[in-house]
């Protein structure tokens, strides 16, 4: 009454002194009596709440919400409620028993022996006998009587689990081994003179000499432990304790131990661990490990992020990662060695000891875990079962005539393998010249190592420098550092580095034909080494020249090297920071293009890392340039340009040609192709290449041939971009198709060797050529290609494969346009900025030869249905055409210089694209 009194709240009006005393002295009751019955958790929460009505608001508020989802939750729990075996079928049934009462309060009465039926049919599979006899019950049973007879037959089947326990272990495992590979089981008709076999009892074993079995079945044999035991490698027998000992835990209570002992830890990588003096304490439900026991036995133990690393002597031993709040390593097994119990005592059947380690789940350690005590086993003993030899008869495959080849590679892969080589005197030069290099340029500087830094490593590479007929120029040595130790965030920020285009290249060697340019040719030596570090970095002392008496010290970077992450970014800010100071302007097409012009006489600069090429008017104005970077970097003047990236520029009285024949015989003998068969086209019309399903051929091989192209295709080779880009979408798994298609472009190099891209003065028009190829493989995606020609030459092309779906020829061949028309307004805008062209540049004529799509361009309306990502591309060719930057006009196929681009061709339509490409042997 009292408790209903205060859960309502203090009746209205003024109390006496006698009642508020009573409600009073109630309230404070019934908060303690609520408070009590919380957990630590909840008292926390509502402990600050004074007045009794107020904290069973609360209450009622959190917990006694009734709404639709609730009861729904109930109705859902009583029907998905499912009976397991590892729990007590009377507990299980007081469950479903508990839930039909929560639905009788929700006004969802279940009739007594509906709820009966519904737990018998919940009963797992090894109560079905048991279920089936109560169904077969003439009379109802209600569920009171229903439990008392699950606590009858649990009771039963207890004891009966027991008395089972009592069987001889020996005699399970004997049952077990006359059950193999069907002996035994033959039964002999009575009528059969086969002689009785005698029983095992009556014949001693030859192994032990006892009675009961034969010497192949007897435990006694190495043979047969290793299966006997299993997977564990070895155990003891526990004695109890006498003693009490105890380990005091981070509550402040004391668990009891039981043993101590050794234990392995063999982790996935199959590294094995000893621990000693492991303690065995029942009560504790992990396998935890200290980690400053570990680095006090010699091991490393790092923590980064979410995983935990533990080597020892620089040797990877295992990992593990964060689950629960801790660190749980990964392993394959682990098995006590021994047991070394506390104190001595009586033995006794008491719990087998098994080792807690970190965190082992059951499932992990469930192949060591012994259920019974097992005698002792000599460590010395092997318990792995022998290999047999197979009786597969194996005949020796022929692989044709053996050959033996000697590869002759002498370039040398450290210091001492140089000075121990013929040609160490060369390379000993070429070593002490890139040491003065570094130190003349102050690139670093000796100190003291920092505590805890671990500073990057760095090594010699030399390289033999080959001239194009293949006789060695120079002998080059580098001191590169091993950045692949850097960590972003830490040693580097920003690694981005632009280089000139091929594109830009090709179009400023135009300009020496038409306006009379002279070219010359500069290499900056130790380029890397010029850039500023921003970042603090420790690399260790060079090999062969470590500082004596000052072994222990490193060197701290002052400037870039080559190797490190951000060398090529540091090395293009100081060149650009350089030309820009001395009045150089930017090209804003292309960041890698400087000139500078006034009064008639100018000089263009464009940088590929450490190659530059000057464009002057005159030889005056170039010598000036020179002079001016030897001052700020340590340059090799290489006179007028002869090669520049392996391209040879051939110059006569009708133009500039640029050949790359010496490097495309040196590519076809490196891959065996030099006396291949010549093919008059580079890829077969009739071929369809589809994606390889089966086992890839020669993967390495094929990726490194198609690098090469790539190289030949987007400098001066455009007739073969169509089969490289084709042939590149296979680079991951090839098959045989694409092999030979890959050789027939080899073959096709081979007889077009000589051929070259020629300039001439006329015609000084750039002028462009756009087609596609719709649906041109088995992934539904047309192929784009166009090509830009400049003095009777390409200056710029390209093959691809369109990145959107068209749905039909005019959709494919406006994608292409648009993809054009973005290359002509970088083209145009390359020219405007160059200081000797003219600034006004006319329209770029595009020549198209699909009707309907130039139609489409030329007119502003649309009605018709089309993707989004088409109306975009043909948006874009419009405001091109609107602004002046293309002109869009037709031609026929035939004469498509594009055509080339986006499908196979016979041969008389290739000679004739070659021809108008301005491709001619030399």
Known sequence: ????????????????????????????????????????????????????????????????????????????????????????????????????????????SLPDPFVAGCIIAKLPSSWRSFATALKHKRTKISVEELIAS?????????????????????????????????????????????????????????????????????????????????????????????????????????????????VDLKFTLGKIVQLK?????????????????????????????????????????????????????????????????????????ASLWYGRLCHITPELNAPTEVFEPTREINPKEDNNEAPRKSKRQRVEKSFGNDFIVYLMDDTPTSISEAYASPDADNWKEAVQSELDSILSNGTWELTERPYGCKPVGCKWVFKKKLRPDGTIEKYKARLVAKGYTQKEGEDFFDTYSPVVKMTTIRVLLFLPVSYGLIIHHMDVKTAFLNGELEEEIYMEQPDGFVVKGQESKVCKLLKSLYGLKQGPKQWHEKFDTTLTSAGFAVNEADSCVYYRYGGGKGVILCLYVDDILIFGTDIDVINEVKSFLSTKFDMKDL???????????????????????????KVLSRFGYIDSKPSPTPYDPSVTLKKNKRIGVNQLKYSQIIGSLMYFASATRPDISFAVSKLSRFMSNPGIDHWHALERVMCYLKETMSYGIHYSVHPAVLEGYSDANWISDDKLYATSGYLFMLGGGAVSWRSCKQTI???????????????ASVEADWLRELLRDLPVVEKLIPAILMNCDNQTAIAK?????????????????????????????????????????ANPFTKGLSHNVIDIALREMGLRPI
């Not at 340009?641 to 495309?664: C, F, M, P, R, W």
């Not at 989004?868 to 002109?887: A, L, T």
Request: aromatic share 6%; glycine share 8%; with cysteine.
């Open 805 to 819: 779906l068209t749905r039909s020829t005019i959709e494919a061949e406006l994608a292409a346009l648009d993809t």
């Open 277 to 349: 003096n492991v303690q065995h304490v029942p009560s504790m439900n992990k396998n935890l490990v200290s980690g400053s026991l570990l680095l006090r036995d010699g091991f490393k133990v790092v923590l980064e992020s979410n995983k935990i690393v533990v080597s020892r002597h620089d040797l990877f031993i295992g990992k593990g990662y964060v689950s629960g709040g801790l660190f749980r390593l990964s392993f394959l097994d682990f098995s006590n060695k021994c047991v070394n119990h506390i104190c001595g005592g009586v033995n006794d059947d």
């Open 150 to 262: 699950f606590d009858v037959e649990e009771k039963a089947r207890a004891k009966d689990t027991k008395g089972g326990e009592g069987h001889s272990v020996a005699n399970t495992v004997q049952n077990q081994r006359n059950q193999g590979k069907g002996k035994g089981k033959f039964k002999p008709n009575k009528t059969t003179n086969f002689k009785k076999k005698k029983n095992k009892a009556e014949l001693p074993c030859f192994t032990c000499g006892e009675l009961g079995h034969f010497s192949k079945d007897c435990p006694e044999r190495e043979d047969r432990r290793g299966k006997r035991d299993g997977n564990r490698q070895s155990s003891k027998t526990v004695n109890t304790v006498t003693r009490d000992c105890s380990v005091l835990m981070g509550n402040g209570s004391a668990a009891y131990v039981l043993g101590t002992g050794m």
């Open 639 to 665: 006179g007028e340009a002869d090669v520049i990236l392996n391209i040879k520029l051939i110059k006569d009285e009708s133009g500039i040609t640029l050949s790359q024949t010496h490097y495309v015989e």
């Open 857 to 897: 361009v030329n007119s502003d309306k649309e009605n018709a249905k089309s993707s989004r990502h088409v109306r975009r591309r043909v948006k874009s060719v419009r405001k091109m055409r609107h602004s002046g930057v293309i002109s869009v006009t037709y031609i026929q196929t035939e004469k498509n210089l």
């Open 1 to 108: 009454m009292h408790v209903f009194w205060v859960s309502k709240g203090k009746s209205e009006g003024d109390l006496s002194d006698a009642d508020l005393q009573r409600f009073t002295e109630t309230n404070t009751l019934f908060r303690v009596a609520i408070l009590s019955a919380f957990t630590n958790r909840l008292v926390d929460v509502y402990m600050h709440i004074k007045d009794g009505k107020e904290l069973w608001d609360a209450l009622e508020a959190k917990f006694g919400a009734s709404g639709a989802g609730s009861d729904l939750y109930i109705m859902e729990s009583f029907h998905d409620f499912k009976m397991v075996n590892d729990k007590s079928i009377v507990q299980q049934a007081h469950d479903i028993q508990c839930i039909a009462k929560e639905l009788e309060i929700l006004k969802c």
